[in-house]
């Protein structure tokens, strides 16, 4: 895959862009984000991260096309994970709520420069040395397994080592003024609250990055297409915060399926590393691991959901809420089964069927299709397949 310097410059270009119209319009002004302006954003998002990967499969080809959304599907999820930490980290330090999007836009600023350092690291780190894919893939497993052992735990809510020493060595003012970081208190240029919000925002996003990127690796050894995939879920995800933070308790099985994720792309990478050095060991392609990090997703989801009383609560959402979370576990299940059209198996028929089945519980249009899909389908005699031409 060659990527140009010109499609390097276009595509940060736009993610460019994208922030600042973020940050001049939307977060502007502080306010408190309500569920619709959330849902439209989020919707937004995805909608520029699917276009973009459809665009990556016109111009590069459907295994490129395939590796792209593995990688969002991975970045996606993990980022999930990350709002645990954030609500904590905003709640800890009690942060205005009107300033909530204000930070974490900042914050999403502070992790695409620092993920784009550890990126470039890590390409060079891959092309220099083929054995850093073991060194990833341990990474993975180790943090996969620490993950399954402490499933279910509360995140530490304690200051990190950056922000306990910088409230000893800082002069600090009590309480905030608005966004600013820094203020004049008796002719002194003193921190606010704001600061250290911000230092441990940045600080937290780059331990993440420490999975997140060897895990975007495992499924694509493309530099672009890490980069790419990281944005765009980081983008994202200050939407994804206000969308999902009353739902983050409920998803008591994700931390689960998120150490089955780590487990199997870190043994992913270790096989490709052995797939190189002795043929006799398969390597896992593309579309079967998109397959089952999306299969282990759907059925974490799925079980938090029940296990919460799905049946009952559901219908306790708002009618928004309800609809967008349908829409992206259905549209996601859908785009997936087309991304494994060029996979041989009966993968993409399926996916296809589940994903109309999801977006039937909220939409009409989906269970009128899905009606019509059962018609036709039982309108086919199996029996005809296998009768000879002569007959």
Known sequence: MHVSFLVWAITVGLISLLLIIDLLTVSAKPHEVKLKEATAWSIFYIGVAIAFGIWVFQRFGSQSGNEFFAAYLVEKALSVDNLFVFVIILAQFSVPTI???????????????????????????????????????????????????????????????????????????????????????????????????MIAIGSTDMLFALDSIPATFGVTTETFLVFAANAFAL??????????????????????????????????????????????????STGVGLAVIGVILIISIVASLAKNNFSKSWKL??????????????STLIVTGFALIVIPGPFTMPLLILGLVVLAVEFAWAETLLIRVRHHGAKIDPRRLFKKKSD
Not at 257 to 274: Q, R
Not at 317 to 328: A, H, N, S, W
């Open 99 to 197: 300033y909530h999007q204000r930070v974490l836009l900042i914050g999403v600023m502070l992790a695409l420069v620092l993920r784009g350092i550890f990126i470039a690291f890590g390409a060079a780190a891959l092309s220099a040395f083929s054995f850093t894919f073991v060194i990833f893939g341990a990474i993975l497993i180790w943090t996969g397994v620490g993950l399954f052992r402490h499933r279910g735990e509360e995140p530490d809510s304690g200051d990190n080592a950056i922000v306990s020493r910088l409230r000893k060595r800082m002069n600090l003012a009590d309480d905030f003024h608005g966004s600013k970081l820094f203020i004049r208190q008796n002719g002194r240029r003193i921190a606010t609250p704001m600061f250290l919000v």
């Open 235 to 284: 983008l994202g995800l200050r939407a994804l915060y206000f969308l999902v933070k009353g739902l983050l308790d409920r998803l008591v099985y994700l931390s689960l399926g998120l150490s089955f994720i780590l487990i199997f792309i870190g043994a992913k990478l270790i096989m490709t590393f052995l797939h190189e050095h002795f043929h006799s060991v398969p390597k896992i």
């Open 317 to 330: 959402f708002p009618k928004t809420l309800r609809k967008t979370i349908v829409l992206l576990v259905g």
